[in-house]
């Protein structure tokens, strides 16, 4: 049996708006926010996705696993950026030094590091950390707020065709799937005296203390991918376009929200081809840096 996300219906405007508008609404806003560098442009990105979360009553206890995952990835990789400087290539040229923070030397390869704080990687991060923000905000409300039953025909309503649409149903169903089996796996080797916790030695040591978990579940995935897919070819799936339990219908409101996605697209377009919404930093803190 396949499993979902914790979907929960509510009676929100935003769980009233076509499935296929949303995704529409969240590729417009995705493409939109890619082409701005200017972190009081994402500020704005970051509202209307902080607002979308808001208007459908989602609580942080009910996304919270999905919050902390973004979270440790997003300072994950602004911090990278930040220590290496390599984000910036190709967004800005020069760097102004603030001030430099205290030398040390690697352990391993013995080479002493001089980090300095410009004033363009501390506005790189923080652009980074909005956009990111304001991404997965887009992308996190979609799995709590769209019936499970709806994926696979929202994907066709946008012109895949039943075979991708299935797959893509498929694909967003995997994660669960996987974790449930996991938690599962988990529950029944602890029944047999396996710890956890114990996990003691080289990370190599490690990895191999988790066949039990690993192995196990590896293996249902590939025996459970293989019965969907044997049970698609007992119902001929594909030899003929198929039927949708399932239909939808666009109402008014999602023709406007479609034509109100589409209008910020073009407009960050222009702007990003007129060289508008390019990287900024503030003059104050560039005089900061000194000549």
């Known amino acids: ?14 769980q009233r708006l076509d499935p296929r ?6 590729l417009c806003m995705l493409f939109s926010i890619i082409q701005c560098w200017d972190l009081r442009g994402m500020v704005l ?20 696993r999905a919050w902390i995952l973004v979270g440790w990835l997003i300072t994950f990789l602004t911090m990278l950026a930040f220590v290496t400087g390599r984000g910036g290539t190709g967004v800005y040229t020069e760097e102004h030094v603030l001030f430099y923070l205290p030398s040390f030397t690697l352990p391993i390869l013995g080479r002493e590091i001089n980090f300095p704080v ?10 980074q950390m909005t956009r990111m923000l304001a991404i997965s905000g887009l992308a996190i409300i979609i799995p709590y707020t769209v019936n499970p039953k709806l994926y696979g025909v929202t994907f066709r309503g946008l012109g895949m065709p039943d075979k991708f649409a299935y797959a893509s149903d498929l694909a967003f169903r995997f994660v669960p799937t996987l974790g449930r089996d996991f938690s599962i796996t988990l529950d029944a080797q602890k029944a047999r005296g396996y710890e956890l916790e114990r996990l003691q030695g080289s990370i190599v040591s490690q990895i191999r203390k988790l066949a039990p978990l690993i192995v196990p ?5 590939i025996v459970g991918g293989e019965e969907i897919a044997d049970a698609m070819d007992l119902r001929a799936f594909g030899v003929a376009p198929r039927t949708w339990l399932h239909r939808l219908t666009y109402q008014r409101r999602d023709k406007i929200l ?9 407009l960050s377009t222009a702007f990003s081809i007129l060289g508008w919404g390019k990287f900024w930093v503030p003059g104050s803190l560039l005089r900061m840096a000194g000549p």
């Open 1 to 14: 049996m396949l499993g979902t996300w914790k979907h929960r219906e509510r009676n929100t405007i935003i």
């Open 45 to 64: 990105f970051l509202a209307v996705s902080l607002g979308q979360i808001v208007l459908a009553r989602l609580t942080f206890r009910e996304t919270r």
């Open 21 to 26: 508008a949303r995704l529409i609404f969240m």
């Open 217 to 221: 579940v590896t293996i249902g995935s």
């Open 258 to 266: 479609i034509a109100v996605s589409v209008g910020v697209f073009l």
């Open 118 to 127: 410009t004033a363009e990687r501390i506005m790189l991060g923080l652009s």
